[in-house]
């Protein structure tokens, strides 16, 4: 869906009012026009979007961009939830990865979720990914959206294996590529970030700095 740009939606009601990756659309709870209130947000019950079965491997790396906000001034209530939930049966069984409360997007902008797929479930007939998003009683305003959904993984079929400093494509290389990917995935936080050069579990100016220092062609 195309987010909803209008006053009262991004203003009053704390829906993302642009995507993520700049393609003009992601998956968002709130997209329609508001004339008054928050009419558009989640009501009564969970919605979930739940991804197709992909063939993953368990070393394979997930990145996705969140958007979750129950924090707008019309909100009275802070008790809903946020959860991202895998399965590696094809859906049989679900594990939760992260759960997100008191979402302040609206103030924080999306946010980068990465992890490795094998942490958290062994794969056996398939992958999926799930997000669930929900407004439970009493009632409160909730919008939430997911964009940029990827999984893959930097694999070194010759040569020493990325014994380069800053080199986090493996390509024997550290350029452009690999200060692309630190920025790609500027502001994530935690141990499978790609673009955590140095290994504190988040990805800011200092990976910059090693990259640039390291920089060779």
Do not use: H, M
């Amino acid at each position: 869906a195309v987010p909803s740009t209008d006053s009262i939606s991004v203003n009053d009601c704390s829906a993302p009012g642009s995507d993520s990756d700049g393609s003009g659309s992601c998956w968002v709870t709130g997209n329609g026009l508001s004339t008054f209130g928050c009419e558009f947000d989640i009501d009564g019950g969970q919605t979930q979007l739940t991804s197709a079965i992909y063939l993953a491997l368990e070393d394979d790396q997930v990145s996705v961009d969140w958007w979750y906000d129950n924090t707008s001034a019309n909100n009275t209530e802070y008790d809903d939830d946020f959860i991202v939930d895998v399965s590696g049966n094809s859906g049989t069984s679900w594990t939760t990865v992260a759960t997100v409360s008191n979402g302040d997007s609206a103030t924080s902008g999306w946010s980068t979720l990465q992890f490795r797929i094998g942490d958290f479930v062994s794969i056996g007939s398939g992958f999926q990914i799930r997000f669930t998003a929900s407004d439970g009683e009493p009632g409160s305003v909730v919008e939430a959206g997911v964009d940029n959904f990827k999984i893959g993984n930097f694999v070194c079929e010759d040569g020493p294996a990325c014994d380069l400093v800053g080199d986090l494509n493996c390509d024997q290389a550290v350029n452009g590529q690999d200060l692309a990917i630190v920025l790609s995935t500027w502001g994530c936080l935690g141990q499978d970030c790609a673009g955590d050069v140095n290994g504190d579990q988040k990805v800011d100016g200092q990976d910059v700095a090693t990259v640039l220092g390291s920089w060779s062609s």
